[in-house]
């Protein structure tokens, strides 16, 4: 990428990594000189992420009696986060790879990577840019076809944090750049992870006020009125780790009546690959379906609720109207089903590790093969949780699958004692 290393990359201690998923690591441990430098701290948060959804669940039972969510959407949620990531195997971040390029080729200047002042011009910088992109994601509808994958659980805990778009990432790299025409790649890719890693914890119910911290920062409170369908909460609080964005361009909104979550118009689905794509096919049949030239553009690029002769956002009373007793989807499905589906995901999360792990030292074609079978699980399990008659067909032959290239050694386990485990 035309940026040498110096030093090679740092680790970071565990304590380091836990102020991290809270924006609490200074610029004097979190300043690299190159890219290279800069640990992972995304994948290195995910015994974290772990920790805090079981403390989560345990906070939830002992304040309501109820675990703070569902097997079904639990493993929807970590499905997503894990098809989400899956491009990031065989390419390089499209954000830094974009980044660097505009660095390298058309910098106007260049802030000194070692500065607290550089440091604390990129956290208003990216933040303000996530501000921006994260409002047009919602007011525009070919943006929000891969955005709304992000609000489509009906439930709110940190598994949603973990739901997120295979797509938007091919959209959002481009509101980055002028922030490339001088300040350093290696600054901007510590505070491109650290946008995304604070915005883990404020997906919860069981954290309600925060005082002051309310006024600056997006809390809990906050982001559960961005994740409302209530009329209330419909495109507010936008913010990554500052609220002050919303309450400086008029998007603020306090949370006040129960907050009912998930898309006002819900897709009802488990399956991964049905929740990336049915947006998509709705916008491809919409378009088609809408006569004139300007009508269709106004269908990929005005908001999701547009139709002809409406304002660019829609009607506001066409928002359907919550009346807090909503049932979330949550189809009939025998015990043993669910335990069935838990057991087989924990193989697949042991396969998607050891596949992040060991990915530079296989074959292009092993890794195309390893990603297109967790691909196929993730739609299995999906479709199993549904309890769709062709559930159980596809995961016969997906079973089948497993065992060929596992005898043939195209999988393989973290833990060698499990092997026969996983073939019975």
């Known amino acids: 990428v035309g940026i040498a290393a110096v030093g090679g990359p740092r680790g970071t201690t565990p304590g380091q990594q836990l102020r991290a998923l809270f924006y609490a690591l200074p610029p004097g441990e979190s300043s690299f000189r190159t890219v290279e430098e800069v640990p992972d701290y995304v994948e290195k948060s995910i015994p974290f992420f772990i920790t805090f959804i079981a403390l989560e669940f345990a906070v939830s039972w002992l304040q309501k009696r109820k675990l703070s969510g569902r097997i079904n959407d639990g493993i929807s949620s970590l499905s997503l986060g894990i098809l989400s990531r899956l491009p990031d195997v065989l390419f390089r971040s499209?954000?830094?790879?974009?980044?660097?390029?505009?660095?390298?080729?058309?910098?106007?200047?260049?802030?000194?990577?070692?500065?607290?002042?550089?440091?604390?011009?990129?956290?208003?910088?990216?933040?303000?840019?996530?501000?921006?992109?994260?409002?047009?994601?919602?007011?525009?509808?070919?943006?929000?076809?891969?955005?709304?994958?992000?609000?489509?659980?009906?439930?709110?805990?940190?598994?949603?944090?973990?739901?997120?778009?295979?797509?938007?990432?091919?959209?959002?790299?481009?509101?980055?750049?002028?922030?490339?025409?001088?300040?350093?790649?290696?600054?901007?890719?510590?505070?491109?992870?650290?946008?995304?890693?604070?915005?883990?914890?404020?997906?919860?119910?069981?954290?309600?006020?925060?005082?002051?911290?309310?006024?600056?920062?997006?809390?809990?409170?906050?982001?559960?009125?961005?994740?409302?369908?209530?009329?209330?909460?419909?495109?507010?609080?936008?913010?990554?780790?500052?609220?002050?964005?919303?309450?400086?361009?008029?998007?603020?909104?306090?949370?006040?009546?129960?907050?009912?979550?998930?898309?006002?118009?819900?897709?009802?689905?488990?399956?991964?690959?049905?929740?990336?794509?049915?947006?998509?096919?709705?916008?491809?049949?919409?378009?088609?379906?809408?006569?004139?030239?300007?009508?269709?553009?106004?269908?990929?690029?005005?908001?999701?609720?547009?139709?002809?002769?409406?304002?660019?956002?829609?009607?506001?009373?066409?928002?359907?109207?919550?009346?807090?007793?909503?049932?979330?989807?949550?189809?009939i499905v025998p015990a043993y089903l669910n335990c069935y589906v838990v057991v087989h995901f924990a193989v697949i999360m042991d396969l998607y590790t050891d596949l992040l792990a060991t990915v530079t030292m296989l074959s292009q074609g092993t890794v195309l093969l390893r990603i297109g079978f967790i691909i196929l699980s993730l739609a299995s399990f999906g479709l199993l949780m549904e309890n769709k008659s062709t559930a159980g067909i596809l995961e016969i032959i997906r079973c089948l699958v497993f065992i060929g290239v596992y005898k043939l050694g195209y999988f393989r386990s973290q833990f060698a004692f499990l092997g026969y485990a996983y073939e019975v």
């Open 94 to 331: 499209v954000d830094l790879i974009s980044y660097i390029y505009v660095w390298n080729n058309y910098r106007l200047f260049e802030l000194p990577w070692d500065s607290p002042w550089t440091w604390y011009l990129t956290l208003l910088g990216v933040d303000f840019v996530y501000y921006c992109f994260h409002r047009i994601s919602h007011e525009v509808n070919i943006l929000w076809a891969a955005h709304q994958v992000h609000h489509s659980s009906e439930d709110y805990n940190l598994f949603t944090a973990l739901r997120q778009s295979v797509l938007q990432k091919y959209t959002s790299w481009m509101f980055n750049l002028p922030m490339a025409l001088f300040i350093p790649p290696s600054v901007f890719a510590v505070h491109l992870q650290f946008n995304l890693l604070y915005q883990f914890w404020i997906h919860t119910e069981v954290i309600t006020k925060l005082g002051p911290l309310e006024w600056i920062l997006n809390t809990p409170s906050h982001h559960r009125v961005h994740h409302g369908r209530n009329p209330y909460c419909i495109d507010k609080n936008y913010g990554g780790t500052l609220i002050i964005w919303d309450r400086i361009f008029g998007t603020f909104e306090a949370e006040d009546a129960k907050v009912v979550y998930g898309l006002t118009h819900p897709v009802n689905s488990f399956d991964p690959i049905m929740l990336q794509l049915r947006p998509l096919a709705h916008i491809w049949n919409t378009f088609w379906a809408t006569p004139g030239f300007c009508n269709k553009l106004s269908v990929l690029f005005k908001g999701p609720g547009w139709g002809p002769g409406k304002p660019r956002l829609g009607l506001p009373g066409e928002i359907p109207v919550v009346t807090g007793k909503e049932v979330p989807f949550n189809p």
